[in-house]
């Protein structure tokens, strides 16, 4: 299949609730949002979601005033979430006070460790030895699926070893996207982006612009649509 | 409180050298990039994904694709290049920034740090902390000398670590503290305060460099 273009209806389709699901974006710039609209109408349930933090609610500060909720927060929001796995849980309200009324439950994780732990998924890889973390309670406390931690050595060095994390779906943003999935996030806006293509079964990249192939230079891509499942258009750029 | 931050934020601005590439954390220590000598060039890491962070755009000038990682819209240098999130870690755990200022709760004078977490109180996360302190050659903490009257320069830390001996260099407004194997050392002290006084604000025992100096806030 060449043309990978569907809705955004489409798109989340085969979502179903229990799911994990990654969102890239970094306080929600970057995020997909016209797939998180999607996922909403679709209305989903007690989903485990990876992601940097909670995306941003209603009217904050970073958001602007009057704003709706962007990125993972419009799931916080309609209450669909029931683990998330990030490396901050501080700027959006919503999820302490998911935390206080116990519906959802959280694993913290250093923000390159996360990375990595993604990437070692997309790329093939049992797991990641990283010296962040040890001797703190990354290393005394459980992983996000109740596992133990490991501890390595190697040369004299002392490392932890981190499990891949893989999701069903993964829900990315790209500034310019060809029908084939062939995209580029500008910017800040890469973040998480480039590192879950390819760490679900099942890929979906928001397009902002949509392209035909073969009508811009290649080298304009930074990552292959091989690693793209499906693509949706009209990903509208944030108004502040 | 305005010119205690300032003057801590100054002070770390001399730490900083030609060709430099440095993190700032949130708050005090992103004060200072105001203070970094003009006739030096210093690049500034923003974890989210890019080297190459200036300023903060006007009012109706910002570009929604970037912001910093506190969430601000900022401005970026010509040299900037941007990047996704694992290579911006890579960056940090790889060596190849030069320092990094943080805040901090608690720091021992072994150089551990607490600075992510009070058990029972409201969840934040590490975000890029603990990375950070384990990559950087240079760990400098940008912090007021005590909270409300309590010591946060301690024998142990009690809360939670984020790394364990990661940190080079304290400051505060009192003075400029350096771990050392022997233990923590003043090597600059304030005039505003005596060693009795700096010491009465630590929760463990201060070496005074025998070179000690007064701390310079220019």
């Known amino acids: 299949m060449i043309d990978k273009v569907i809705t955004a209806d489409e ?3 085969g979502v179903e609730d229990g799911m994990t699901i990654m969102v890239a974006g970094f306080l929600a710039t970057g995020s997909p949002e016209i797939l998180m609209d999607a996922l909403v109408r679709k209305g ?3 989903l485990t979601v990876i992601g940097n933090d909670g995306g941003l609610a209603e009217g904050q500060p970073a958001n602007g005033p009057g704003k709706t909720p962007r990125g993972i927060g419009k799931l916080l929001d309609n209450h669909m979430v029931d683990h998330i796995i990030a490396s901050h849980l501080g700027v959006n309200p919503r999820l302490n006070e998911q935390f206080a009324d116990g519906s959802l439950k959280y694993t913290l994780v250093p923000q390159g460790t996360l990375a990595e732990k993604i990437r070692a998924a997309s790329y093939g890889l049992g797991g990641v030895l990283t010296p962040t973390g040890v001797g703190t ?10 596992r133990d931690k490991k501890v390595v050595e190697i040369d004299g060095r002392e490392y932890l070893f981190e499990r891949p994390l893989h999701a069903d779906y993964a829900f990315c943003r790209a500034t310019i996207c060809d029908r084939f999935g062939n995209f580029m996030s500008a910017k800040a806006t890469k973040n998480y982006n480039y590192v879950m293509a390819g760490a679900a079964d099942n890929v979906i990249v928001a397009a902002e612009q949509l392209v035909e192939i073969g009508s811009v230079d290649p080298d304009v891509f930074q990552v292959s649509g091989v690693m ?3 693509v949706v258009e009209g990903e509208p750029k944030w108004q502040i | 409180m305005a010119d205690i931050k300032a003057r801590i934020a100054k002070r770390v601005a001399r730490e900083m050298h030609d060709g430099d590439v440095v993190n ?6 992103t004060m200072v ?6 006739d030096i060039v210093v690049t500034v890491h923003s974890e989210n994904g890019f080297a190459g962070l200036d300023g903060y755009p006007e009012p109706g000038k910002e570009d929604v694709d970037i912001i910093d990682s506190g969430g601000s819209y900022v401005t970026v240098l010509p040299r ?4 996704d999130t694992a290579t911006s870690f890579g960056i940090i755990r790889g060596g190849h920034l030069d320092t990094t200022v943080l805040g901090a709760m608690q720091v021992a004078e072994n150089g551990d740090l607490a600075n992510w977490i009070i058990p029972g109180k409201k969840v934040a996360g590490m975000g890029g902390a603990m990375d950070l302190v384990e990559g950087a050659k240079k760990v400098i903490i940008a912090m007021t000398h005590t909270q409300k009257g309590n010591h946060k320069i301690l024998e142990k830390c009690t809360l939670p670590l984020t790394a364990e001996k990661c940190v080079n260099l304290i400051v505060t407004e009192m003075g400029v503290m350096e771990v050392r194997p022997e233990g923590l050392v003043v090597t600059e002290l304030h005039p505003d305060y005596t060693k009795e006084d700096i010491q009465a604000a630590t929760g463990c025992k201060l070496i005074f460099d025998p070179n000690m100096k007064a701390m310079e806030e220019e």
């Open chain 1, 44 to 46: 989903v349930k007690h």
């Open chain 2, 24 to 29: 700032l954390g949130i708050g005090l220590p």
């Open chain 2, 80 to 83: 900037v290049e941007f990047f």
């Open chain 1, 228 to 230: 793209v499942n499906h």
């Open chain 1, 11 to 13: 798109a989340v389709a």
């Open chain 1, 137 to 146: 309670p990354m290393q005394s406390e459980k992983d996000e699926l109740g």
């Open chain 2, 33 to 38: 990039s105001d203070y970094i000598a003009e």
